[in-house]
């Protein structure tokens, strides 16, 4: 027996390639104060792992700055957020 349903023609996800620059937005605070907020730009982006590619980067933010606020990454413990 067939199912009445068949096959559904969903569309096929695409793969998205960004460069590392392009997968944390950077800003200040609505108030203009610091610190310097980073948000991932897509989701699921695992904020060690892209700060620890991007650590220059991170590290020349955070020396001009002052303060860095990391907004929005799935970390799930303090231990994690250690690993920066």
Known sequence: MKSGMGQLNLPKRKA????????????PLESGENPL???????????????????????????SSGAILFRAFNIRSIEEFEQL
């Open 37 to 63: 907020l980073f948000e991932p730009v897509v989701d699921g982006l695992n904020l060690v792992q892209w700060a620890t590619e991007d650590r220059k980067l991170v590290l020349d933010k955070l020396r």
């Open 16 to 27: 998205i390639h960004l460069a590392q620059d392009q997968l944390v937005r950077e800003g």
